[in-house]
């Protein structure tokens, strides 16, 4: 019998924003590898939903109403995730939103909101995830794998979403550096970051979206806009133990759109 290499079965996974989108999109992928999931979302109803969802592949699931921005909930949160799951060896830092302003008429609520729920949400969530792993390490188990949701305004500039790029650009500057300090305790840190993905997010509203997915599907190789089942094998990898050795990466997922003129 072939053995299969992406076996995540007795490994736990939490994943912020992970009620919808591209969070649900990571969870589904970690269960159907056999991982025990904890999502967190603002909204009860939907992660009921999703809970019912992801149970179907038969590993357990639990789900928090867990606000990012606020430190408190992320203590908390993650001190119960690991009370009632034992562990966690995978945290992917997911939760965030985008909204469009030019620099010259963006407020500071605009401004701030976003950064508090993008920027600083990522930052609790992985020095909380990162606290649990040290400990456990110290304790005589070593290893872990973080993971942050990048995008693709990283490397490229994208007019109307300054603060979203901010927000993007210091959340990989802040994984490489976790990457180093994290590393003598076999935790690697890597950012994902993908292109123009179908989502909940940027399907918000219809006619906006039909125009954007015809032009990325214009302007990238593969010849469409990304689905959240796309992104699934990216964060398996890094949650196995194939991906010990590969720690301060940002992967990009856009079907190639980066790399046509």
């Known amino acids: 019998m072939a053995e299969n290499l992406f076996d995540l079965t007795g490994k736990v996974a939490l994943i912020t924003g992970g009620n919808a989108g591209l969070g649900l999109g990571w969870a589904r992928g970690l269960a159907r590898a056999g991982a025990d999931i904890v999502i967190w979302g603002r909204r009860e109803e939907k992660n009921r939903g999703a809970v019912a969802?992801?149970?179907?592949?038969?590993?357990?699931?639990?789900?928090?109403?867990?606000?990012?921005?606020?430190?408190?909930?992320?203590?908390?949160?993650?001190?119960?995730?690991?009370?009632?799951?034992?562990?966690?060896?995978?945290?992917i830092a997911n939760a965030g939103f985008a909204t469009m302003s030019p620099m010259v008429d963006m407020t500071s609520e605009t401004y701030h909101q976003l950064i508090n729920v993008s920027q600083h949400g990522a930052f609790y969530t992985l020095r909380e995830a990162a606290r649990h792993m040290v400990a456990r390490s110290k304790a005589g188990e070593p290893g872990g794998s973080l993971i942050a949701c990048g995008s693709l305004s990283i490397f490229q500039g994208v007019a109307g979403m300054t603060h979203y790029a901010a927000a993007k650009g210091a959340i990989q500057s802040l994984t490489r550096s976790l990457a180093v300090e994290l590393g003598p305790h076999q935790i690697r840190v890597n950012v994902v970051a993908p292109g123009f993905i179908a989502s909940e997010m940027t399907q918000a509203d219809p006619e906006v979206f039909k125009q954007l997915d015809a032009a990325v599907s214009e302007s990238t190789p593969l010849g469409r806009s990304g689905q959240p089942e796309d992104l699934e094998g990216i964060v398996v990898y890094l949650a196995s133990d194939l991906s010990r050795y590969h720690t301060g990466d940002t992967f990009v997922i856009d079907g190639g759109k980066r790399i046509k003129n």
């Open 53 to 91: 969802e992801l149970e179907r592949y038969g590993t357990r699931v639990a789900a928090r109403a867990v606000d990012v921005s606020d430190e408190q909930q992320v203590i908390e949160g993650m001190s119960a995730a690991v009370s009632e799951m034992g562990r966690l060896d995978c945290v």
